[in-house]
């Protein structure tokens, strides 16, 4: 029948029906696969239940039915996928055992471990295929290998190149030993990833282009002609006793917890913007020279380099390393130089050392440095630093130094120090031999100590500028100039001086001269002295000539005459400065003496 509204009343409940028929298949749908007769009852139940709706959406319970449904499926599926994932990197850890552990890339000795390849069930996943004794011909069609690069032990096999380039190889899980290369030999894009390189020989020249070792250990390795190496990357790896008999180039490398040993270069090394960050480099031999272009180390140690030639760094940046047993053969060019918290140890310059261009060096530790030849620096700047058991043998050369809060301890220069604009302080010198001239021109010192310091030649610290300076035991032994210079707040005490002390047009501000011997002539002459003290001076009246300014004779006359200056040096201040300067004779008798080279 029709009702109020003229329509027939059963279309209301024929899509109530069909709402009700297309929810229980969906129903259906989804548990006739877990079982049938549980579908069947759910379906009966839903029928019985479930109130009539007005509306073909699914009713409240079905809804709620299909959510857990829902979430129970997906965490099974998840536990699938992470059971199974476990399974795998169980089956690798127990298959392939880490080749480089966590930090054995500190030990350089285990590059050369002893790795028992008969063991089947710890390295099975290094031998699972085998290519033994064959010789390999490279095609130039084939792009890639027709051998296995994953679990495969490649073990006396020769590979023919014919200059026929090996790209893309990703060798994974594999171990290498008595491989041989013969030809030119061009790889590019090649991987090895927690693989042994045992032993592999190069017979003509290789270049390698994006080659990647990480987590694996190389070893063996000769290279007869010339190489070239660019844009190399060894991450967390071993690589030790390589033996390259020509010139080497290496462009743009990147080394990370590395270790680097037993490294031979028949010829020039070259490394153009290398990166060491966390890596140790030992028992390196260079034949030739050794050049480094705007290197980047960090965190590293080297230790136990030759260079039987020059070494060259350009644009260097060094941080937080350490450098040891170094021996130079030439000499050392460093331009441009910066530097943070390096320590030096027992280095080693045959010839000169050269620093140049704005070099920046703070926190650093010498220890131990010898050059044989002359030292060059040119706008350098030292930084809480020190410098201890220094030898330079033809003298050092300082062009526009500055050091702050430097400490300079045993240093011993055979030639002379010349360091003419030159700013120092904060400083202390302890120890200090110049067997020539001391040149100090145009430079200005503050708050510096000066200890135990022998100038067996002069010194020339004119035009320059002296602050709240100490000189203790300082024995200078032919002419000192302090012409027009401006000492204030400064302090000597124990110091002979040997020659003719020039203070010409200076100025002297709160000076004390203690226990001071002068042996040549003292010029005060044109110099104006302010709260200048003399304790204990001594001097000879018969070759010592005191030229005091006019506005001071009176002063001198009444406050100085005949208690501080009218004694001569006593014998045993004239023999310590004989022994500080290494005089063969010395005769304090009457003020004489004989000056001697030692």
Same mark, same amino acid.
Do not use: P
């Given at each position: 029948g029709f009702g109020a509204d003229g329509r027939l009343e059963s279309s209301g409940r024929t899509a109530e029906a069909s709402s009700g028929a297309g929810n229980h298949l969906v129903v259906v749908f989804f548990l006739k696969i877990l079982d049938r007769e549980m579908a069947t009852q759910v379906v009966e139940t839903l029928q019985e239940t479930s109130p009539p709706a007005a509306s073909g959406k699914p009713s409240g319970s079905l809804r709620k039915l299909l959510v857990v449904f829902g979430v129970f499926v997906g965490v099974v599926f998840l536990a699938s996928l992470a059971l199974g994932g476990f399974l795998i990197h169980l089956g690798l850890k127990s298959c392939v055992p880490q080749i480089v552990s966590k930090n054995e890339w500190m030990i350089p000795d285990a590059t050369y471990k002893n790795l028992d390849m008969s063991d089947g069930h710890k390295y099975r996943c290094l031998h699972k295929e085998k290519v033994e004794d064959v010789a390999v011909i490279a095609s130039r069609q084939s792009k890639r290998s027709i051998f296995p690069t994953r679990h495969t032990m490649w073990q006396n096999v020769t590979y023919v190149t014919g200059g026929t380039t090996i790209a893309h190889r990703n060798y994974l899980n594999s171990y290498f030993d008595e491989v041989t290369f013969t030809g030119v030999t061009t790889m590019e894009n090649s991987r090895y990833s927690n693989s042994i390189v045992s032993s592999i020989s190069f017979g003509g020249p290789a270049r390698m282009n994006a080659l990647q070792l990480a987590g694996s250990i190389a070893r063996n390795i000769k290279f007869p002609a010339f190489l070239m190496l660019e844009k190399m990357r060894v991450m967390n790896s071993l690589v030790g006793m390589v033996h390259m008999n020509r010139t080497v180039v290496v462009q743009k490398p990147f080394f990370k917890r590395v270790s680097i040993s037993e490294i031979f270069v028949g010829g020039l090394l070259r490394l153009a913007s290398p990166t060491f960050r966390k890596a140790v480099v030992e028992n390196v031999n260079v034949e030739l020279s050794l050049r480094l272009e705007k290197p980047f180390i960090k965190e590293s140690s080297v230790f136990n380099i030759t260079v039987n030639n020059e070494v060259v760094m350009e644009n260097s940046r060094i941080h937080k390393s350490k450098v040891s047993q170094v021996e130079i053969v030439g000499r050392l060019l460093a331009t441009a130089l910066k530097?943070?918290?390096?320590?030096?140890?027992?280095?080693?310059?045959?010839?000169?050392?050269?620093?140049?261009?704005?070099?920046?060096?703070? *926190?650093?530790?010498?220890? =131990?440095?010898? $050059?044989? !030849?002359?030292?060059?620096?040119?706008?350098?700047? /030292?930084? @809480?630093g020190s410098i201890n058991k220094v030898a330079l043998g033809e003298g050092l050369i300082s062009r526009k130094m500055k050091a702050l809060q430097l400490g300079v301890s045993e240093l011993l220069v055979y030639g002379s120090l010349l360091a003419p604009t030159s700013r120092i302080g904060e400083c202390s010198f302890d120890s200090l031999t110049i067997l020539e001239d001391l040149v100090l021109t145009s430079s200005?010192?503050? *708050?510096?100590?000066?200890? =135990?310091?022998? $100038?067996? !030649?002069?010194?020339?610290?004119?035009?320059?500028? /002296?602050? @709240?300076?100490?000189?203790?035991?300082?024995?200078?032994?032919?002419?000192?100039?302090?012409?027009?210079?401006?000492?204030?707040?400064?302090?000597?005490?124990?110091?002979?001086?040997?020659?003719?002390?020039?203070?010409?047009r200076a100025s002297l501000h709160k000076v004390t001269f203690a226990k001071v011997t002068f042996v040549g002539k003292v010029n005060f002459g044109g110099a104006t002295l302010t709260a200048v003290r003399f304790v204990d001076v001594g001097y000879s009246r018969k070759r010592v000539q005191w030229v005091l300014p006019n506005f001071f004779t009176s002063f001198y006359d009444r406050r100085c005459h005949g208690s501080v200056f009218s004694r001569t040096p006593s014998p045993g201040t004239l023999s310590r400065a004989a022994k500080m300067l290494?005089?063969?004779?010395?005769?304090?008798?009457?003020?004489?003496?004989?000056?001697?080279?030692?």
């Open positions: 530097a943070n918290k390096v320590e030096f140890h027992r280095v080693s310059v045959a010839a000169s050392v050269s620093v140049e261009a704005v070099a920046r060096l703070d *926190k650093l530790t010498f220890t =131990e440095l010898l $050059v044989a !030849g002359s030292m060059y620096l040119e706008n350098i700047f /030292l930084k @809480r200005s010192i503050w *708050k510096t100590d000066l200890s =135990e310091v022998s $100038v067996k !030649g002069g010194v020339v610290a004119m035009d320059s500028k /002296l602050s @709240r300076v100490k000189l203790t035991t300082v024995v200078v032994g032919d002419n000192s100039r302090f012409c027009r210079s401006k000492i204030q707040e400064v302090t000597v005490t124990e110091t002979v001086f040997m020659g003719d002390a020039c203070f010409d290494g005089l063969r004779t010395f005769s304090s008798k009457g003020a004489s003496h004989t000056r001697g080279r030692a």
